[in-house]
């Protein structure tokens, strides 16, 4: 290995750090059960600890390059500072990059999770061959974030990339940003288990509603299984997922035309049951994907639209990436 640097992904439960050398190898990687719950102080606390375990382990063989971290929420990048995070109420306005930038002397990088995802899959996964994409994270919410000329595209403050908050219902379910009918609300985990509870409210299915009567096997990846198994109701609901993301990534590809559309996150595993509608929705919604579709001009130069690779750890090493892109280093920065 050469030099390295240390990615931290910020759950809702659990804490992940790894250590990653500049050719993606994975050096180690740890999981800390510090819940958030606990609190800003304890997070930290316990995250700085892990940081050193890793460095005191690697710094034989390499210089550490920088610290990337994940974390739920909207992203002041000058400030290094969360600006909104429903999952991390306590972070909000604390000058948390600096804090960590002081206690662990190195170079820290803030970042959107789902951004960190993107850059990871840009790196290592699906959008290994292009200097250009898009991401979607179908988890809890939907995430998105957006890679330009190799390099995360932020926006003026860094808040860019929201493609789970494209509204494409005008009317439609209301949606915790404030707004109505937005991607997030038709095509997440938690969108899917409202579908079919609403499919089981009009009547549509005993099966489903059978399932329901045990709320924790009621999930999206259950509902998943009804529907692959052929179940009318649990179908539909994800041809809504399909033709959701269809309007969805239907403007985006108006907008960007960019040459690669990245689906991750736990209800991508429900490619299958959504994949068929969202590309013919894609294809009514956008001229330029009717137009640029890989069956029409042919994989190479066609506008892909495709599943994630790394899984749940896109974020990790996505945040191990930044501090490499940023050219930064310990010694650059005369730092010890
Ligand atoms: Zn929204």
């Known amino acids: 290995m050469g030099d390295y640097s240390i990615g931290v992904d910020l759950g809702g439960t659990n804490l992940r750090i790894a250590a990653v050398d500049g050719d993606g190898k994975l050096l180690e990687k740890l999981t800390l059960g510090a819940e958030v719950a606990r609190g800003r102080e304890f997070v930290i ?35 290094g500072m969360v600006m909104e995070s429903p999952n991390l109420p306590d972070w909000k306005s604390f000058p948390v990059r600096d ?7 190195t170079t820290v990088i803030l970042e959107n999770d789902a951004n960190s995802a993107a850059m990871g899959e840009k790196w290592l996964g699906a959008g290994r061959q292009y200097d250009h994409m898009a991401m979607y994270t179908l988890g809890t919410g939907v995430g998105g974030g957006l890679v330009l000329n190799g390099r995360l595209w932020h926006g003026m403050t860094g808040m860019a990339g929201e493609l789970g908050h494209f509204n494409v219902y005008a009317d439609g379910h209301p949606c915790g940003c404030g707004s109505r009918g937005c991607l997030e609300q038709y095509a997440s985990a938690t969108a899917v288990v409202r579908m079919a509870h609403e499919a089981i409210a009009r009547g549509e299915s005993e099966e489903l509603e059978k399932l329901s009567h045990d709320p924790g096997q009621f999930t999206s990846r259950s509902i998943y299984n009804l529907a692959v198994q052929g179940e009318h109701a649990a179908k539909k609901v994800f041809e809504n997922v399909g033709r959701a993301l269809g309007i969805g990534i239907g403007a985006m590809v108006n907008a960007l035309n960019l040459p690669m559309y990245v689906i991750g996150g ?9 994949a068929t509608t969202m590309f013919e929705e894609m294809k009514f919604r956008s001229s330029i994907y009717s137009l640029t579709s890989p ?4 994989h190479e130069k066609g506008t892909i639209i495709t599943r994630a690779l790394l899984g749940s750890d896109a974020g990790l090493y996505g945040a ?14 005369g730092r010890h």
């Open 45 to 79: 606390t316990e995250m700085c600890k892990a940081i050193e375990t890793l460095r005191a382990k690697y710094n034989g063989s390499g210089q550490l390059l920088g610290i990337g971290i994940g974390v739920p929420g909207f992203i002041d990048m000058a400030a």
């Open 99 to 105: 804090e960590i930038e002081r206690r662990l002397n």
């Open 266 to 274: 736990g209800v991508s595993s429900a490619w299958d049951a959504f």
């Open 295 to 298: 069956d029409r001009i042919g």
């Open 320 to 333: 191990a990436r930044l501090p490499m892109l940023e050219g930064f280093s310990q010694l650059e920065k």
